[in-house]
């Protein structure tokens, strides 16, 4: 196949056989769809034998066959950069093209390094922007890329960094934000007090709980001990009505007399006991 294109290649130069070389070239692909290098070859023909927007097909056809291939779209940035010289939007829409599809590739970096250079000369304001998505992605000599864009920020002024329009959104999106926090503050100080409140609230029904089991306990030992009271009394006393004691001291009082004078009698038999 590789033999058929060439031949095919050199057969149109010599006879401008279009057909042949787009026949050759498209059997070639179809089979051999990653040879992006064919694929250059095909559209610098068609640019050379037809027109720019025949090659601009034939590389679209290209990027959509392989998307990944950094090599490939970097020629298809060059060819719309030569093409369209003057056209930013044409140029910026090929190179966002290019990083959405293998902005992510490792080797992708160089794509980057072209863009960021060409926006620093056609929109100064964009390349920010442009830089934060560019670091953003892992690519090789990502340190040295770093380095490039610190010493961008460090000469660059902040008027050819930012518009006003970008500032005075900065601004407005910090006051948004500022005052979001305060309001999750004031918020979380008022849960906090709730939570505080509630907590006092449950501690001072928990004390009043245990004072009223505490009178509770008090009460019953009172009882208790009144109860232990009335069962000594009784077994001391027995059933007797309440003023009996009184009576049976008076007895005693009455005999008194006949138990002093028997007391004589008492001591003496006392040895013989």
């Known amino acids: 196949y590789q033999r058929r294109v060439r031949e095919a290649v050199v057969s149109t130069q010599s ?13 070639f692909l179809a089979l051999y769809p990653y040879c992006y290098g064919y694929w250059k070859k095909y559209a610098d023909q068609m640019k050379k034998i037809v027109s720019n927007e025949a090659a601009f097909q ?3 056809d290209a990027v959509i066959a392989i998307p990944l ?3 490939l ?33 490792y080797r992708s970096d160089k794509i980057w390094e072209a863009y960021v250079e060409w ?59 500022a005052e979001r926090r305060r309001l999750e503050t004031e918020k979380k ?3 906090e007090e709730e939570l ?9 029904k928990l004390a009043e709980e245990q004072r009223k089991q505490a009178e509770e ?16 009394k009784m077994a001391v006393f027995g059933d007797e009505a309440p003023g009996t004691e009184e009576a049976t001291m008076e007895g005693i009082e009455e005999l008194a007399p006949e138990v002093e004078e028997l007391a004589p009698e008492v001591e003496e038999l006392a040895p013989e006991v």
């Open 58 to 60: 034939v590389y679209n």
């Open 119 to 177: 926006e620093k000369q056609t929109d100064k304001y964009r390349v920010l922007k442009l830089y934060k998505q560019f670091l953003g992605c892992v690519i090789q000599r990502h340190q040295y890329h770093f380095d490039k864009f610190r010493e961008w920020i460090f000469f660059t002024p902040v008027k050819d960094m930012v518009t006003m329009e970008d500032i005075k959104e900065l601004l407005t999106r910090h006051k948004v934000e």
């Open 15 to 27: 006879t401008g056989k279009l057909k042949q070389i787009q026949k050759a070239f498209s059997s």
């Open 69 to 71: 291939s950094v090599d």
């Open 189 to 191: 100080i008022k849960e």
């Open 73 to 105: 779209w970097t020629y298809f940035i060059h060819f719309i950069a030569e093409w369209k010289d003057g056209d930013e939007n044409e140029i910026r829409t090929i190179y966002q093209r290019a990083v959405e599809a293998c902005g992510q590739d």
């Open 196 to 204: 505080a409140r509630v907590a006092a609230e449950e501690a001072a």
């Open 217 to 232: 306990e008090e009460a019953k030992i009172q009882e208790d001990i009144k109860r232990m009271q009335e069962e000594q």
